[in-house]
């Protein structure tokens, strides 16, 4: 880790699956140990299904990410609080590599912790999970 304990950030990847919701309590039960930070991040994937021209499900999709944002932030802070972890959320839009990556390195952590894919496409091609351990860029934990 970069500092002292208490300078640690932990940053863990949710998007309300099963295996993120595992890797939230694992990354929270770490965080309490290591008096570390947590930041909670959920990543907003545009969907590939939409079309271009369909702005009414371009607007129902990104509505439903709201709902489920504020959902994840309510609970995790709830579980947090509980365990008397200081945790905080943030909500991005885009490929989730891509902003777990950017939101990792701004929050300079000293940890990512993601839930395993439970998609065999994703399994068998390329799970942000993969490809963030590929990145070599923090130690990464993924969460069966």
Not at 23 to 50: E, H, I, T
Not at 93 to 118: F, K, M, N, Q, W
């Amino acid at each position: 880790m970069r500092g002292s304990a208490m300078d640690s950030v932990i940053m863990v990847g949710v998007d309300g699956t099963d295996t993120s919701m595992r890797a939230a309590a694992f990354a929270a039960g770490l965080a309490r140990r290591q008096s570390a930070r947590l930041v909670a991040v959920f990543v907003a994937a545009p969907s590939a299904w939409v079309p271009i021209g369909a702005p009414g499900l371009a607007y129902a999709q990104a509505e439903t990410a709201d709902v489920l944002a504020d959902e994840l932030r309510e609970q995790i802070s709830g579980a947090a609080c509980d365990l008397g972890v200081c945790v905080s959320f943030q909500y991005r839009r885009g490929d989730p590599y891509r902003e777990l990556s950017r939101t990792a390195d701004e929050i300079r952590a000293d940890l990512v912790v993601i839930g395993a894919s439970t998609g065999i496409c994703h399994r068998l091609l390329r799970s942000t999970g993969s490809r963030l351990v590929r990145a070599r860029r923090w130690p990464v934990v993924v969460v069966p």
